[in-house]
């Protein structure tokens, strides 16, 4: 293959930072590096990184009328440059209603950056330099994005459902007769297909597939997390600066607790307002099971009483959580079994990978659940009733952290008598609760 085709090595990018620092011209850089010129314009205007440091005893002002501005006291002359013109204060920018973004010419046209200039240890504008080391981690991490997660978005995905469900799981077909009957409506190969299903992004299962339940099962491949499309604006510096911008927003912690691998799990609701904490049990773990009991509840309560209760919504990168946009909006369907409209409800954001602290008081919370199911016991004995039984003993357990008060009377206190009946929730008495499984025998 010829170079012009292959990835930029590490020791190419230095080779390119050290020529542009020496002011060589883009083409002859090209020509040394045996690369296209067009190629070599969009590695540095891609990966250049922006600095907005200020030289020792200098500042950063981005005015293009930098030089010939007077204007004085734009912030009221509270700031310490009092006397003297705001072009000398960094803040002028963001008060003077005349401020033109300077462009400098170096980074409109080659090179693009500031490295190789003459002047930049002297210029008071925002910079742009190409750092081989920076570039080179840059484009590694689009890299490794671009090889991450399925790529279908969920409106793509609902279609294929409603296609491929009735046929798989109602009348028995194959995956390859449906497949090789509808090609047309598949942007992805037989093969994929069967990937998807093994990631449980449709309501078929592989227990549908009567063929491939007899097969040995193969290797546990790598884990899969959530796309990281979903977690675009939902990631936990996001979810910071959402309760920055709305202080006293209650919090509500999503979880998912496993008793015997492959089985039935609980899904785990906890409001850190109140320190109550709701289960659900869960036939199969996976998105469409969370996606359910959140529109059953959405059902039970209405829509205010539910945007009330679940604001917002931190969770895991668990699988079962992939599908932000059904679970933070109530869909509404046409005839067709199509999207029709979508209702705002809540706003979902993930924590940060391998990062249990960030939802420490939820995970600890577990342990109520283990007094009552030791880990490794299946869920599958226990029936729904079973588990509101115990969601009530829990929560009317006393707590010294919340100045002995139970969970539920602090929730009730919060949201109401009407909304705690509606989730089934009654205080028990304190002397009649139980901590241990035989309360659900």
Not at 74 to 84: A, E, K, Y
Not at 249 to 264: A, F, H, I, N, Q
Not at 325 to 349: A, M, S, Y
């Amino acid at each position: 293959m010829s170079q012009h085709y292959t990835q930029l090595t590490l020791h190419d990018r230095h080779l390119i930072e050290h020529l542009l620092n020496e002011r060589t011209p883009l083409n002859k850089i090209a020509f040394t590096l045996q690369r296209d010129p067009s190629g070599l314009r969009r590695e540095i205007k891609k990966y250049r990184s922006e600095w907005k440091k200020a030289n020792q005893g200098s500042y950063l002002n981005d005015c293009a009328q930098f030089k010939s501005c007077q204007k004085r006291f734009l912030c009221g002359g509270s700031c310490t440059f009092r006397g003297r013109p705001c072009r000398s204060c960094s803040l002028c920018n963001t008060h003077c209603d005349d401020f033109q973004l300077l462009t400098c010419q170096r980074l409109v046209r080659a090179p693009y950056v500031c490295n190789g200039c003459a002047t930049r240890y002297h210029c008071k504008h925002t910079k742009q330099f190409y750092f081989s080391s920076l570039a080179h981690d840059q484009s590694q991490g689009v890299r490794r994005q671009s090889r991450m997660g399925h790529g279908y978005t969920p409106t793509q995905l609902q279609r294929l459902e409603t296609l491929i469900v009735p046929l798989i799981k109602n009348q028995s077909q194959s995956i390859h007769h449906v497949y090789t009957h509808n090609k047309d409506h598949f942007p992805m190969s037989e093969r994929h297909l069967y990937t998807l299903i093994d990631r449980g992004l449709f309501q078929v299962r592989n227990l549908d597939l009567p063929l491939k339940v007899r097969f040995k099962l193969r290797k546990k491949g790598m884990e899969r997390k959530v796309e990281p499309q979903c977690r675009h604006g939902r990631t936990y510096q996001d979810f910071t600066q959402y309760l920055m911008d709305h202080p006293g927003t209650p919090v509500v912690e999503m979880d998912t607790v496993e008793g015997r691998k492959g089985e039935s799990v609980l899904l785990t609701l906890y409001f850190r307002n109140c320190s109550l904490q709701l289960f659900f049990k869960r036939d199969i773990n996976t998105s469409y099971s969370v996606i359910d009991i959140l529109n059953h509840l959405y059902t039970l309560l209405g829509h205010d009483d539910f945007t009330s209760l679940f604001p917002c919504i931190l969770t895991d990168n668990g699988t079962e959580f992939s599908n932000a946009t059904w679970i933070e909006n109530h869909l509404v369907f046409d005839e067709e079994g199509l999207i029709q409209c979508q209702i705002p409800r809540t706003k979902l954001f993930y924590c940060d990978p391998k990062s249990p602290e960030q939802k420490a008081v939820c995970e600890r919370n577990h342990e109520f659940v283990r007094r009552f199911i030791p880990k490794g016991v299946s869920f599958d004995s226990y029936t729904p009733n079973h588990i509101q039984i115990m969601t009530n003993h829990i929560n009317s357990y006393k707590r010294p952290k919340i100045k002995m008060e139970s969970p539920l009377s602090i929730f009730i206190a919060h949201y109401g008598v009407s909304i705690a009946s509606a989730l089934g929730l009654i205080e028990i008495p304190p002397n009649d609760i139980y901590l241990n499984a035989s309360i659900l025998k």
